[in-house]
């Protein structure tokens, strides 16, 4: 008897099986439950797959392409956003400190310093993805620890209710010609954020001494000297200044407010330095817990289609691959600087402790 229902029982020979009517009616039902799961179409799926990303790009701008990720590969994005006020540094110290432990697979960065100082301590894992295969080769890590793809760059501002375009500066050293008052030219402190970015490239491209006595012979102008890129985009946008050096992105958006100003790329033509460009960079993390999903991230970041996609938001302005029609606020191709990322990064220092001394506050 059980639960008020009598079971009848068959014995085979030996007594070694019984089957009752109770253990036929569980396994038809058993069948048939599977059948409707089957046949609806509802099969049951392993645990999601996931990925953890910590990225210093904008949320605004990464959060959508992260999504779409997920949607198109069932893999399950954790990202961690970098906070303002700490900027890419907080998301380095925070590699840097589980690196023992490591929590993340992929590091998103804004910019490549911070990057190529954590291949450097050991925290990156090599990978050459096959989505790289069209960036030009000075983007790109040698052994493959990080990839360059899209990013900004530096740029001269000029407010055009100041300053004809017949007398826009070509090169960076037409900033040291007589004609050029320093009270009417702008830069963000060189020891600080892409402004040193630019003064390493220049100290990597024409050698320390030279680039010393180029920002030398700035100070001795009288150059304005101020706390950000931003504040330099404001004061040439404001009419405070004639001319200033900042990043495309602050750029830009001074000429969609609608500002009197131009983009002007110093040193574009035969024989000229380029400009810096300052890409996006992706890594792999070393030891990070999901190794696979990691590099199908990485593959996705780094394909051509996602590169245009961000030049279209507005988050990249130079794209490192060539477009047939680009949407943003620099719809032409960008000389960029002839010296390898690892270079600049070799020449932070140097430039750092000489533009200490000649900038001292």
Excluded at 75 to 81: D, E, F, K
Aim: glycine share 10%; aromatic share 8%.
């Amino acid at each position: 008897m059980l639960g008020g229902y009598e079971a009848d029982e068959t014995e085979m020979d030996g007594g070694s099986l019984r089957i009752t009517k109770i253990h036929l009616v569980l396994a038809a039902g058993i069948l048939f439950a599977s059948l409707i799961i089957i046949y609806s179409g509802i099969i049951p799926h392993a645990p999601t797959s996931s990925v953890v990303v910590y990225t210093s790009v904008d949320q605004i701008y990464s959060e959508p392409i992260l999504k779409e990720f997920e949607n198109r590969t069932g893999i399950h994005v954790l990202a961690v956003y970098d906070v303002e006020a700490a900027k890419t540094t907080g998301l380095v110290n925070r590699l840097i400190a589980e690196k023992g432990r490591p929590q993340a697979d992929v590091f998103w960065n804004c910019e490549f310093v911070q990057t190529l100082l954590l291949k450097q301590l050991g925290v990156l894992a090599s990978y050459s993805s096959p989505a790289s295969s069209d960036i030009p080769s000075q983007y790109m890590d040698p052994e493959g620890y990080w990839t360059g793809f899209g990013g900004r760059a530096r740029v001269l501002l000029a407010n055009t209710n100041l300053l004809p375009p017949a007398e826009y500066p070509g090169s960076i050293f037409d900033l040291l010609d007589a004609n050029l008052s320093g009270k009417d030219f702008g830069i963000a402190y060189p020891t600080f954020g892409t402004t040193a970015t630019q003064a390493a490239a220049l100290y990597a491209a024409i050698g320390p001494e030279r680039a010393k006595s180029f920002y030398a012979q700035l100070k001795s102008k009288g150059v304005r000297v101020v706390d950000g890129n931003s504040v330099v985009r404001d004061l040439v946008a404001s009419g405070q200044i004639k001319l200033g050096l900042t990043d495309t992105d602050d750029a830009c958006g001074a000429l969609r407010s609608g500002a009197p100003v131009a983009l002007v790329f110093l040193d574009q033509g035969a024989g000229g330095l380029g400009t810096l460009i300052i890409p996006n960079t992706v890594a792999i993390i070393a030891g990070g817990p999901h190794p696979v999903e990691a590099r199908t991230l990485v593959d996705y970041l780094l394909s051509k289609e996602i590169e245009e996609k961000l030049v279209a938001s507005g988050w990249i302005q130079i794209p490192l691959r060539h477009f047939e029609s680009q949407q943003g606020c620099i719809n032409h191709e960008i000389k960029g600087m002839n010296v390898s990322l690892s270079e600049i990064y070799l020449g932070l220092e140097p430039s750092r402790e000489d533009l200490s001394e000649i900038f001292i506050r």
